[in-house]
């Protein structure tokens, strides 16, 4: 085991902040999306559900993945995805069956981010360091609840939800 920079930290953090982002901004921005894309309140539930339900049936596959390519490796193929699906959210989408796909593909770059974040992590601290620094990398789920947040007043509010998701 090598001494550790916080560098595979912040990217472990980054790769699960980002992972998240479109299901978040999604429950953030739905309500501003909702006129456009005219879809009803149980839809809303069904495409944040469609994103956790993809990810937790392709984290195995997203396991392997990580340990065949490594876990940076997997985390930036995870982040490009994740900046893909928000980006066709915010381009693309004129439905909720358009958004529909974007939101699973945003689950399938969740699968992958967070085995390969930890799969690094697990390679590049220390023993007795994990505990903390496992625990510091899980506040990234809630700092990017933090983000979407404050996409709605700062963002959404002014410049339209599609461009928040961009």
Partial sequence: ????????LWAAMLGTTVGVLPVFFFGALAALMRDDLH???????????????????????GGWLAERLGGARTTAIAIVITVCAMLGIGGLTRSWAQLLP??????VANALVQPA?????AGNVPE???????????AAVPLASTVAGL?????????GWRASFV
Avoid: D, W
Avoid at 117 to 121: D, F, G, P, R
């Fill in 39 to 61: 879809f009803r309140q149980s839809q809303i539930g069904l495409a944040t559900a469609a994103f956790f339900a993809t990810g937790a049936l392709l984290s195995v596959p």
């Fill in 102 to 107: 974007l939101m699973l593909l945003g689950g």
């Fill in 128 to 138: 007795h360091r994990r505990g903390l620094i496992f625990g510091t990398k899980q």
């Fill in 1 to 8: 085991m090598r001494r550790s920079s916080g560098a595979p």
């Fill in 151 to 159: 996409a709605l007043p700062v963002l959404g509010l002014t410049l």
């Fill in 117 to 121: 974040t930890n799969s690094m992590l």
